[in-house]
């Protein structure tokens, strides 16, 4: 049987694909806000964090 005969017979699947896009689309608004609204000092700390070399151990 394949396995989309399974997913046919479960009653209100069809909510979860419309459930998984609405969190999907919420979440990138959430970053897209939260990326327009960030203190500026933020933002360049997080540029910055790949080329700090001060946490780092000498090897």
Not at 3 to 9: H, T
Not at 12 to 31: D, K, N, R, T
Request: no cysteine; glycine share 2%; hydrophobic share 50%.
């Amino acid at each position: 049987m394949k396995f989309n005969n399974y997913l046919e017979k479960i009653t209100g699947i069809e909510i979860y694909p419309m459930i998984s896009l609405l969190v999907f689309i919420l979440f990138f608004i959430a970053v897209t806000i939260y990326a327009f609204k960030a203190n500026d000092e933020i933002i360049r700390t997080m540029e910055e964090l790949p080329l700090d070399k001060s946490d780092t151990k000498n090897l």
